[in-house]
């Protein structure tokens, strides 16, 4: 029977073609209009979470349990062999980095800034970071010399290049000053406008020499065979070492988890208010094909069929027009995401500048996620089941000669 | 009363009443009704415009429920159905022949008539007997297959009475099958409905205003004002 009612459903919707073509156009209009942005908005964010949690924060860090709070140099820890074993061991991680993380004075020649100044084991961090592709100018960091790398922003600030030297001024472990000359060996360039302002990576013995703390550390950075896993090996990582703080990308960079939850919920409010109006204009069409097949529908019950399965017919013509509307919407929409997810929109001039200020690389990044494609389909399903209570509940009133003394 | 099974009523109402209260003054568009119509019987209801044919024959046919009263087919008081079971009861009753626009539009000749037995859960081989013998019967074998916007008025009649056959009914109402048909159509509809009712022993009650229809009756029921004014046996079809 329910071939029988497919057929029909089918058939009906095809009955007054121009007015499903509209239906159909609005609902594949809508469709696209929320697949683009939501790629855009995934594609922006992934990237930005890219540049921040693979390119510099890594998913998880290990950090002193008081390290958070208070980024003194006095909140480190040395890495006992326990520790890594258990990092070691555990198959999600693919690798992970030691650093020391401060803050400090760079001075050249002509101006002073802050800076994040991090000491890292220069193959280990290219591991989780691939830090030497970042290099555009001079030589990588070596453990054997003390030349440091230099964002190409901060760089530009300190009217500085390769093989100029800084200063660098800061406060070392337990209250000792630190202050040290080094070369600059290369500048990088990192994606995220951020911190491409105010980065320094010297060598990790370097930067235990430069603060006075030997096999110490501040952080222990982690690369995850999948970012999505951070929450997940937090918990574990939390449970196995105790003794130390375990931190997922959102604890460390809440201001990047906040800013995307609120970007979703400025979609949510235009995604709705565009679904709202698409919802009318169905409403609307439902209400006249009730009218017009008022008859029909009174005849049909008087033959003997039952009001729910009348009920089911409208439904299932319903959801056979937003299948073909989000179907249509799909296939319009995922050559265009395919085509600038390979291609990404370089963005110029003045709005290349506020992308920056607000800390997006100037980039429209479209992410290519079956998620998207599925959730539109779904919200535009669930819009066009919950209009059909309407007409549903009408047909489960229906009385057959009422319906048919019009 | 005759109680010898081939007599039995197959339709029985008791004081059947029916008041509509349009507009604030209540109506008996049928007052006190009690009439037994028996298998095979072939029996016009006729009567003025407004005397009731309509909404007797809705309440026979299990579509409106009466003011007060009973309908009996077969001796199953009908009202005491629940919604579903009298919506079964009437797919696998009574077949249903309005007026007009009987087909569904979307679905063909071959496909409306198949549509209640589709519903009756018949196999596909039963339902191909039953189509094959009716549309033979009905004279439209080459329409099998035509929506019925492409059929005439008295094609799609035709094709509503192979639909009302289809679920092999206890009986046929036809509220004023022939009201909008030329003559022509309207005496094809008669043959048909009487070669059933005579091949078939089907039972036919239909409603008319069609003298030439009339005639063609063998019982008829006369209503005025919702009462049975006369109730007669026509000698002359009597022959068949
Ligand atoms: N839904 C209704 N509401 C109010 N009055 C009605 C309704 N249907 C029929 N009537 C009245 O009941 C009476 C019988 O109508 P009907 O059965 O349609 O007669 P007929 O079919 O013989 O023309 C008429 O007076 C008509 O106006
Ligand atoms: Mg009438």
């Known amino acids: 029977m329910i071939r029988l009612f497919l057929k029909l459903a089918w058939r009906n919707i095809w009955r007054n073609k121009r007015r499903t073509l509209i239906t159909c156009s609005s609902i594949m209009f809508a469709v696209v209009l929320a697949v683009l942005l939501y790629s855009v908005k995934d594609g922006m964010f992934e990237k930005m979470i890219e540049n921040s949690v693979s390119f510099f924060s890594g998913s998880v860090q290990i950090q002193d349990s008081l390290f958070f709070d208070d980024r003194s140099l006095d909140n480190s820890f040395i890495l006992d062999s326990t520790t890594k074993d258990i990092l070691v061991e555990n198959e999600e991680i693919v690798s992970f980095s030691t650093r020391i993380e401060s803050f400090g004075l760079i001075a050249s020649d002509y101006k002073t800034k802050g800076a994040m100044v991090i000491g890292v084991d220069p193959e280990q961090e290219n591991y989780i970071t691939s830090l ?3 290099l555009i100018i001079g030589s990588y960091l070596n453990e054997k010399d003390n030349g440091v ?7 530009e600030l300190l009217s500085v290049s390769a093989n100029d030297t800084i200063v660098i001024l800061g406060q070392g472990f337990q209250g000792a000053s630190a202050a040290g000359k080094y070369p600059i060996s290369g500048i990088i360039k ?8 105010q980065i320094i990576y010297m060598p990790l013995n370097l930067a235990q020499d430069l603060y006075g703390m ?37 604890e460390i960079m809440p201001d990047l988890d906040q800013l995307i939850q609120n970007e979703d919920a400025e979609n949510v409010i235009f995604l709705g208010i565009l679904y709202l109006l698409i919802s009318f204009g169905i409403f609307g069409t439902i209400l006249m094909m009730l009218h017009e ?39 319009l929409s995922f050559p265009v995401v395919l085509y600038f997810h390979i291609n990404p929109v370089r963005i110029t001039g003045d709005l290349a500048r506020v992308y920056e200020d607000l800390g997006f690389e100037p980039v429209y990044y479209f992410a290519l996620n079956a998620d998207i494609f599925i959730n539109q389909t779904l919200v535009v399903l669930l819009i066009s089941i919950i209009l059909s209570f309407y007409p549903a509940f009408n047909l489960f009133r229906l009385h057959p000669v009422k319906s048919m003394n019009t | 009363m005759n109680s010898k099974t081939i007599t039995r009523p197959v ?12 507009k604030g003054i209540p109506v008996k568009a049928i007052d006190n009704v009690d009439l037994e119509i028996k298998k095979g019987e072939f029996t016009a209801l006729v009567g003025p415009s407004g005397s009731g044919k309509t909404t007797l024959l809705n309440m026979i046919g299990g579509l409106d429920q009466p003011t007060s009263g009973q309908v009996f087919i077969d001796e199953q008081d009908i009202y005491k159905l629940n919604n579903n079971e009298i919506i079964d009861f009437r797919l696998n009753n009574i077949g249903f022949v309005f007026q007009h626009f009987n087909l569904l539009p979307v679905l063909t000749a071959k496909e409306n008539v198949e549509f209640v037995m589709l519903l009756q859960k018949k196999s596909k081989n039963e339902r191909n007997k039953i189509v094959e013998w009716l549309f033979e019967e009905v004279g439209l074998t080459e329409k099998l297959n035509v929506r019925p916007n492409k059929l005439s008025g008295g094609q799609q009649q035709r094709v509503a009475v192979a639909r009302a056959i289809a679920s092999r009914p206890q009986f046929v109402l036809a509220d004023e099958p ?3 048909l030329d003559s022509q159509s309207a005496a094809d509809l008669l043959d048909l409905m009487t070669k059933l009712n005579k091949e078939e022993n089907m ?15 063998r019982r008829i029921i006369t209503l005025v004002d919702g009462k049975i004014y006369s109730d007669i046996l026509q000698n002359t079809i009597k022959a068949y």
């Open chain 1, 132 to 134: 030497k592709e970042r």
């Open chain 1, 149 to 155: 790398l230099l964002g190409s922003a901060l760089a």
């Open chain 1, 190 to 197: 990192l994606s995220s406008p951020e911190l491409n302002r």
């Open chain 1, 214 to 250: 030997y096999d110490r550390i501040t952080t222990v950075a982690l690369k995850l065979q999948h970012i999505n896993e951070s929450e997940n090996i937090d918990n574990i990582l939390t449970a196995q070492i105790p003794s130390l703080n375990v931190l997922n990308w959102k």
């Open chain 1, 293 to 331: 097949r008022k008859f029909e529908f009174g005849v049909l019950n008087a033959i003997g069929l039952r009001n729910s399965n009348l009920a089911a017919i409208v439904i299932l013509e319903n959801i056979l027009i937003s299948l073909i509307g989000s179907l249509l919407g799909i296939l």
């Open chain 2, 11 to 22: 339709i029985r109402t008791k004081s059947l009443t029916k008041i509509y209260n349009g």
């Open chain 2, 178 to 180: 022939t009201a909008n």
């Open chain 2, 203 to 217: 039972t036919f009650i239909f409603s008319t205003h069609d003298q030439r229809v009339i005639d063609r009756a």
